[in-house]
T-cell receptor
Framework: DAGITQSPRYKITETGRQVTLMCHQT?????MFWYRQDLGHGLRLIYY???????DKGEVPDGYVVSRSKTENFPLTLESATRSQTSVYFC???????????FGPGTRLTVT | QKEVEQDPGPLSVPEGAIVSLNCTYS??????FMWYRQYSRKGPELLMY????GNKEDGRFTAQVDKSSKYISLFIRDSQPSDSATYLC??????????FGGGTRLMVKP
């Protein structure tokens, strides 16, 4: 199906482990984004990418790494997970010619 | 001061009521505004997208921008239980990224 998908949908991991969250979109949108959503903080931008091989930091990038070797994929890696990274993570995408972003279903990550 | 502020609610209304959801923003230079709806345990979905001032209508939903007051509103007419969700306002900030309000939780009771 066309659209934006995220995997896994739920993940439990331990402190210190590396975790990678996957995001895939079929629209060929040039821009892709990673947000985290926490009570009291709303949606906050972690990283974004304007095109393949171009990434940039958002509001809360510390502890996260991204890459974008293909236009359709934008994985987010937590190199050494901490409890403060327990959150719901959303991937989003948009075209280069508009500001409207379209969101994936989210990944609920718990770090124990 | 946050760029976008939104009352978290919850806002509880009876079915059929007119709902008014509001956000304030800090920078008068902002020109693009959006409303997203987010059901529980789902991703945000785009509802309305407006540019500059004035009203935009789409079915039961009307988005309104008052740039002089730096105030944006979403009105829902004839509210339905299926409208129960969290509504997020968003502005396109100076870096051409979206800044979101914290969301208002709406409950429409049958």
């Amino acid at each position: 199906d066309a659209g934006i998908t995220q995997s896994p949908r739920y993940k439990i991991t331990e402190t210190g482990r590396q975790v990678t969250l996957m995001c895939h979109q079929t629209w060929s949108h040039s821009y892709m984004f990673w947000y985290r959503q926490d009570l009291g903080h709303g949606l906050r931008l972690i990283y974004y990418s304007a095109a393949a091989d171009i990434t940039d930091k958002g509001e809360v990038p510390d502890g996260y790494v991204v890459s974008r070797s293909k236009t359709e994929n934008f994985p987010l890696t937590l190199e050494s997970a901490t409890r403060s990274q327990t959150s719901v993570y959303f991937c989003a995408s948009r075209t280069g010619g508009s500001y409207e972003q379209y969101f994936g279903p989210g990944t609920r990550l718990t770090v124990t | 001061q946050k760029e976008v502020e939104q009352d978290p609610g919850p806002l509880s209304v009876p079915e059929g009521a007119i709902v008014s959801l509001n956000c304030t923003y800090s920078n008068s230079a902002f020109q693009y505004f959006m409303w997203y709806r987010q059901y529980s345990r789902k991703g945000p979905e785009l509802l309305m997208y407006t540019y500059s001032s004035g009203n935009k209508e789409d079915g039961r939903f009307t988005a309104q921008v008052d740039k002089s007051s730096k105030y944006i509103s979403l009105f829902i007419r004839d509210s339905q239980p299926s409208d129960s969700a969290t509504y997020l306002c968003a502005i396109v900030n100076a870096g051409n990224m979206l800044t979101f309000g914290g969301g208002t939780r709406l409950m429409v009771k049958p």
